[in-house]
Antibody, heavy 128, light 109 residues
Framework: QLQLQESGPGLVKPSETLSLTCTVSGGSISSSSYYWGWIRQPPGKGLEWIGSIQYSGSTYYNASLKSRVTISVDRSKNQFSLKLSSVTAADTAVYYC????????????????????WGQGTLVTVSS | QSVLTQPPSASGTPGQRVTISCSGSSSNIGSNTVNWYQHLPGTAPKLLIYSNNQRPSGVPDRFSGSKSGTSASLAISGLQSEDEADYYCAAWDDSLNVVFGGGTKLTVL
């Protein structure tokens, strides 16, 4: 059974860089069938996709966060990581790592994109 | 302000059928598939419906999804107390973003 586990500091100071790592177990991150991503949920608010990466290093990011986000992958450790720079209190959230399944439906041509495995989430607070 | 629009709340009694709507536009729901997630407090969100109407293994057939034009719906039949949760719709947007609805809090009365 595939499992994802986030790790990293729970407290980050304003203007600094938030860094999280997701360790994947029970499966290989080096599958061309999937992307691996990050989603966050600020307290009392909804879900927000941050970005995703494939094992090859191909990435795409939420346009509203793109200037501050870097997602990388370490195939040797079966891990992928998130860096979010210049954080403010608005970046306080529970951060989830996810497996991102995507592709085109053969019959309809529609693009399908969903998150089928989630980590348990980790709360990151931005405060001095 | 979320790109996809959901009602903030919904409710029903045990055994009842409830539906949750999700409204988008031609750049997201209108041209891509819709997914639904169930989020129980203190747990990770769970994929409930993908590709408009497909259930992952283990999801009861009480849950069903549909899409028409730029809107989608999640239906829950035979409502149970354990269905009390937040429900989110999501879709790919042609602006190269994954977009979510604001979430609907389902209360089982």
């Amino acid at each position: 059974q595939l499992q994802l586990q986030e790790s990293g500091p729970g407290l980050v100071k304003p203007s600094e860089t938030l860094s999280l790592t997701c360790t994947v177990s029970g499966g290989s991150i080096s599958s061309s069938s999937y992307y691996w991503g990050w989603i966050r949920q600020p307290p009392g608010k909804g879900l927000e996709w941050i970005g995703s990466i494939q094992y090859s290093g191909s990435t795409y990011y939420n346009a509203s966060l793109k200037s501050r986000v870097t997602i990388s992958v370490d195939r040797s450790k079966n891990q992928f990581s998130l860096k979010l720079s210049s954080v403010t209190a608005a970046d306080t959230a529970v951060y989830y790592c996810v497996r991102h399944n995507e592709g085109y439906e053969i019959l309809t041509g529609y693009y399908t994109c969903y998150f089928d495995y989630w980590g348990q989430g980790t709360l990151v607070t931005v405060s001095s | 302000q979320s790109v996809l629009t959901q009602p903030p709340s919904a409710s029903g009694t045990p055994g009842q059928r409830v539906t949750i709507s999700c409204s988008g536009s031609s750049s997201n729901i209108g041209s891509n598939t819709v997914n639904w997630y169930q989020h129980l407090p203190g747990t990770a969100p769970k994929l409930l419906i993908y590709s408009n109407n497909q259930r992952p293994s283990g999801v009861p057939d009480r849950f069903s999804g549909s899409k028409s034009g730029t809107s989608a719906s999640l239906a829950i039949s035979g409502l149970q107390s354990e269905d009390e949760a937040d429900y989110y719709c999501a879709a790919w947007d042609d602006s190269l973003n994954v977009v979510f609805g604001g979430g609907t809090k389902l209360t089982v009365l």
